[in-house]
């Protein structure tokens, strides 16, 4: 059997192997010492465990059905009860990222959806719910980017201008206090 690997999780066992879709029993690897989500102390207690039972691809790239066994911690300090974070998969889903990833990878080389939700085993609308955030999450980016358009020009002006000429200009202009924030937001 060829190693399987997943970042972040150890193979405690597996239960089967196929060449479309395989599963197996994991533990997520803590990283660092865990803290309490309301008030940050590292004073905890293990609380219970509970598996969640998650689709992912392999870092070699195969379907596979983890069930992955976590734990939940009490803080001593605040008493506050919560859930381990688990790499790459965000609370209450049934998918990782990085499946959702592929879903959306093969809308994108034209693979209609039933198609799609029939070899990666999920519903149509996990598929459609997939490829919806991934385009309102780009459309968002454009948006962040394009907002400050007059930062932007005289960037864009800065740059073309070859030197310090109309940048020196346009610092006179400006108080002080706001040419130290626009510098930054233009330094990206
Ligand atoms: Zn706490």
Redesign the pocket.
């Known amino acids: 059997m060829p190693s399987v690997i997943f970042k972040g999780y150890r193979i405690q066992r597996t239960v089967s192997v196929s060449q479309t879709y395989s599963e197996a029993k994991v533990e997520a690897v803590q990283r660092g010492a865990p803290r309490?989500t309301?008030?940050?102390?590292l004073q905890l207690t293990h609380y219970d465990s509970y598996e969640r039972r998650i689709k992912h691809i392999s870092d070699n790239g195969a379907k596979y059905l983890l069930v992955i066994k976590c734990k939940r911690y009490k803080?001593k300090?605040?008493?506050?009860v919560f859930r381990q974070e688990l790499e790459g998969i965000l609370p209450y889903k049934r998918i990782s990222e990085r499946y959702a990833n592929m879903l959306v990878a093969e809308y994108n080389k034209n693979v209609c959806n039933k198609t799609i939700a029939h070899e990666y085993r999920v519903s149509e609308s996990t598929v459609e719910r997939a490829i919806h955030k991934r385009y309102s999450q780009k459309l968002k980016e454009q948006l962040n980017y394009e907002c400050p358009s007059i930062i932007g020009m005289r960037a864009a002006e800065q740059e073309t201008s070859n030197g310090k000429g109309m940048y020196e200009e346009y610092k006179r202009t400006e108080n002080n206090d706001e040419t130290d924030e626009i510098r930054s937001d233009t330094g990206v």
């Open positions: 309490c309301a008030c940050g102390s803080c300090h605040c008493g506050r």
